[in-house]
């Protein structure tokens, strides 16, 4: 395999603790690679430290242990101007649509301030550019005239992929990027990101706690427990032959959409106990 | 509209902000506009009353009060305005420093506030004027040093929220620096409360200026300031209380306008719509009503005609032998104000027979929380049902009284919420709060009663129930928290659960835990549960039958299996594709394009025409029945009436309340035909 872009390196993370609170370790000696092009599944359950992983990649997690490599450079021992130069070519898709955009600022301010911090366009060209990415997402140009509060969840996801996407990163970290979307809406922007992904050669961090979603978008995957990893591999193998009793455990918890396979499943399981 | 426009809208903080704006450029005029000099004395007018040369009266020396007045106010306001400047200049940046970097500086600052808030303002201020021979300029910077504690912490506080927003981080996730964060995405959501504490810094400060003077400790004798003019009223206060009136009139009434200004501001700086995270009743209960008000008011003048739906359509083949337990006909609900309002669910029919469970599905804006929520009139606020029945067991719900209402709620009919931990509340014990709710069904001891809350507890199968009756919420896990909200619904040996969305906010394996629970109680109590859900995993677990709604209207009826096998409506269908679970690998989701069609906007023939492949022109023309398609299986869709399942029903007479809404398709289903 090539230089990985992502190498993550036996991370840990510890939140301090207060005066009587333990402090919390929720990254504990964790690895994983994401190489370029790939898009990397990150599932578990909450409090098994997934959202953890991705705050450490994009900085705002304070990192105890353990490197981070970034297309070979430490991004942990980084100075403050180096990370904010890195932040372009790191990007995160947040989950909630609704709290993810200033309400109070235009779509086209909120999209431009990216692009222009890191002095990719000039003022002068802000506009086409947002203009151009409003419509890769399927937006209309007017969107960015107008304010968060006019569109719905799936309008506003799309948003905050253009707003990642228009800083031409290299790795896209979706922290539970569809989990607030109506199934319909959710498939639109799945296909949308897995579009984008071809066109422009990306890689994801894609982290769900929905196994279905996380199936159908990542070449491999890894399963965190309680900030650990678990299992990881490509994922027609963890998926079809988890190695791991909790990876079992997992999968078999989500229901299946099909009556018929999902009681047959349920008497399976009460069969043995 | 902005901010400016809403607090311009509030007629009292209107009314004040004039008065303030009039009585500073008054006193900025008096140059012009004073009709003496305030030092001018004519002992001829000494202590007169208000005249024509004297409006306002003079004083004991003769000196025109209303000049006075004007003069004097200069001194007084100019001195506020320079204790609020020190007060903005340290506070606002202060606070917001220490609310953005947190950690060292947040510690010193606030140690550094506490120590000012704890020094005794009006000794300071006599050591500060002693020191400076009587300058009122010192004594006002030190005003504003004194005071800036409490803009600090104001603005700390909501800076601190403020920094904990998604779009604060994306910002930071964008490259952007520190000082360019505040700006443009904190500080925008500070200025209400900056000005709101600004409004009462300045009243304050004038309130201390005058005290000041009235001690002596102002402007030097013949120059006027409203502080020294109440002074030298109480001089002659016996002989002359007139004199009192005017300057103490214009203190108060500058001091109460920049206090009715400060909650006019307060009142725009929290009504502002998108301001922080969405309403949650919003989200819950009507998600698209607040992106859709405008569109809803300009929108189509009436609503759409839709037809009722009949009762007969998904009957099953042998329905005299299915006992009934909840008969709902023709439910239609409505948000907002009286009159303006938005129909959210448009006449649903449907029954909960016994000991089944019923499942509606959809999504967000469908109607399916609002429908189970209005069945035992817990509408969220604003919402009301407009018309229908609801039919439990012979009783009708809608014309029950409040106390028969909460009889039913609870009793007969429980409910389990969302969110059970948010249900709970947090000062109380879950023994105290399950004792609340089993003392309105078990009358008896305590030791009675206590035992019913341990047998519910161990029904809900929570492992050792006595540790857990002493818990407070905050020691329980979300699992034991909706374990806890079932128990609380089960106290009353409900024979209908309402679970509203039970397990959307749990991880699997404990989603898994919950659904079994629910199974196994449903089958030992012989109870029927109507679960609403949007996840069809969780449908094809426990519903016995499913019903699909989509955008306020259900769209399909039938057995779970037979929906899932074989969908009638071309909705249910794409639904059941663009689930990743049963997608192909390396393909692009079936995805519905488009979006759903908000309250307030609906078409008036089918609401799924828009996002429909197989639409056609009938479709438009006018409201779709849902009509039967086999046995116990139904679906709003003109292309799925023609299956074979409803040639031969056709042949059947259908007669009754059906009657008008066969005739009301009749053209559109021919059109149907004509354009095969």
């Not at chain 2, 005794?120 to 004027?129: D, F, G, N, R």
């Not at chain 2, 032998?321 to 959210?344: H, I, K, N, S």
Request: contains cysteine; glycine residues 10%; charged residues 20%.
């Amino acid at each position: 395999m090539s230089e990985p872009l992502l190498r993550v390196e036996g991370l840990v993370v510890e939140y301090p603790g207060g005066r009587r609170r333990p402090g919390l370790r929720a990254n504990d000696d964790v690895s994983i690679e994401i190489a370029p092009g790939e898009t990397l599944g990150l599932v578990g359950e909450s409090g098994s430290g997934k959202s953890t992983l991705g705050d450490a990649i994009l900085g705002f997690a304070p990192v105890t242990a353990g490197r981070i490599w970034f297309k070979g450079e430490d991004i942990v021992q980084a100075d403050p101007k180096r990370r904010r130069q890195l932040t372009r070519l790191i990007q995160p898709i947040f989950q909630n649509p609704f709290g993810s955009l200033n309400p109070a600022r235009t779509i086209g301010a909120t999209l431009r301030e990216g692009p222009l911090a890191h002095g990719l366009v000039s003022p002068g060209e802000a506009d086409q550019k947002v203009a151009q990415w409003l419509d890769i997402v399927g937006l209309p140009p007017a969107t960015a005239r107008r304010y968060p509060r006019d569109f719905s969840g799936g309008q506003r996801q799309r948003v905050a992929i253009a707003r990642a996407l228009i800083m031409e990163p290299e790795l896209v970290i979706c922290d539970e990027a569809v989990s607030a979307l109506d199934l319909s809406i959710q498939a639109q922007v799945l296909n949308l990101l897995s579009d984008l992904k071809r066109r422009v050669g990306l890689s994801y961090l894609f982290i769900s706690h929905d196994m279905a979603v996380v199936e159908h978008m990542s070449d491999r995957v890894v399963v965190l427990h309680q900030g650990r990893v678990v299992e990881q591999g490509p994922v027609d193998e963890v998926v079809n032959h988890p190695s791991q009793p909790y990876t079992r455990s997992l999968l078999s918890a989500v229901p299946l959409p099909d009556p018929i396979a999902q009681r047959a499943r349920r008497a399976a399981r009460k069969e043995t106990p | 509209m902005t901010a400016l426009g809403r607090f311009l809208r509030q007629p009292l903080a209107l009314a004040a902000a004039t008065v303030v704006v009039l009585i500073v450029a008054a006193c900025l005029l008096a140059d012009l506009i004073a009709p003496y000099d305030p030092l001018k004395q004519d002992l001829m007018a000494a202590n007169q009353l208000p005249s024509a040369a004297h409006w306002l009266g003079a004083d004991s020396l003769g000196r025109d009060i209303l000049s006075r007045l004007l003069y004097g106010g200069r001194v007084t306001l100019s001195g506020s305005v320079l204790a609020v400047s020190v007060f903005t200049v340290l506070g606002l940046p202060l606070g917001l420093i220490a609310g953005y970097r947190r950690g060292a500086v947040d510690r010193v600052l606030g140690r550094v506030v506490e120590v000012i808030f704890a020094t005794p303002v009006i000794i300071i201020l006599l050591v500060v004027l002693s020191v400076f021979s009587a300058n009122l300029t010192a004594a006002m910077i030190t005003l504003g040093v004194l005071g800036f504690g409490s803009l600090f912490r104001v603005v700390r506080a909501s800076t601190l929220a403020a920094a904990g927003e998604l779009y604060v981080k994306a910002a930071r996730a964008a490259g952007l620096s520190g000082p360019a964060v505040l700006r443009r995405h904190i500080l925008p959501n500070l200025w209400g409360q900056v000005i709101v504490q600004v409004a009462l810094f300045a009243a304050s400060a004038i309130l201390t200026e005058s005290g000041l003077a009235f001690l002596g400790f102002s402007v030097k004798p013949p120059n006027p300031s409203w502080g020294s003019m109440i002074g030298e009223a109480s001089n002659v206060l016996s002989s002359h209380p007139f004199q009192l009136l005017p300057p103490g009139f214009v203190i108060g009434l500058v001091v109460l306008a920049l206090g009715l200004v400060g909650d006019g501001v307060r009142d725009v700086a929290t009504s502002r719509g998108g301001s922080g995270p969405a309403p949650s009743v919003a989200q819950t209960a009507a998600p698209a009503l607040q992106s859709t008000t405008a569109s809803a008011q300009s929108g189509i003048g009436g609503q759409p005609l839709d037809l009722p739906d009949d009762p007969t359509a998904w009957a099953d083949d042998a329905a005299e032998e299915v006992e009934v337990w909840l008969t709902v006909r023709d439910l239609t609900v409505e948000f907002g104000p009286a009159g303006r309002g938005v129909t959210v669910l448009k006449g649903a029919s449907f029954e909960v027979r016994a000991g089944e469970v019923l499942g509606i599905v959809g999504e967000s804006g469908s109607g399916k929380t609002v429908t189970a929520r209005a069945l035992i009139d817990l509408l969220p606020p604003g919402g009301r049902i407009m018309d229908g029945s609801i039919d439990y067991r012979g009783d009708q719900v809608r014309d029950m009284s409040p106390a028969q209402l909460n009889r039913l709620r609870g009793g007969q009919i429980g409910y389990v919420p969302q969110e059970p931990m948010t249900t709970l509340d947090p000062v109380f014990t879950i023994g105290s709060q399950l004792d609340e709710v089993v003392r309105r069904h078990d009358r008896g001891s305590r030791a009675a009663r206590r035992a019913r809350a341990l047998e519910l507890l161990e029904l809900v199968q929570l492992r050792d129930p006595a540790s857990v009756l002493s818990r407070y919420p905050h020691e329980l896990s979300g699992g034991m928290a909706q374990r806890v909200g079932l128990a609380l619904a089960l106290a009353g040996r409900p024979q209908l659960l309402i679970a509203d969305e039970p397990t959307t906010a749990l991880d699997v394996t404990v989603q898994q835990q919950v659904l079994d629970l629910l199974d196994e109680l449903r089958a030992r109590l012989g109870m029927a549960v109507l679960l609403v859900t949007h996840d069809w995993g969780v449908l094809a677990d426990l519903a016995d039958r499913a019903l699909v709604m989509y955008a306020g209207q259900i769209v399909e009826v039938g057995p779970t299996t037979a929906v899932y096998a074989a969908a009638a409506h071309p909705y249910t269908r794409a639904l059941i594709a663009a689930n990743p679970a049963t997608a192909q690998a390396g393909r692009p989701l079936p995805s519905i394009p488009g979006q759903v069609v908000p309250p307030g906007s609906w078409p008036v023939g089918c609401h799924f025409a828009d996002r429909c492949a197989e639409a056609m022109p009938a479709c438009l023309a006018g409201p779709v029945a849902l009509g039967r398609i086999g046995s116990g299986r139904a679906s709003r869709c003109l292309r799925s009436e023609r299956t074979p399942a409803l040639v031969g029903l056709e042949a059947e007479p259908v007669e009754g309340p059906a009657g008008p809404s066969r005739n009301g398709t009749g053209p559109a289903r021919a059109a149907a035909e004509g354009s095969k």
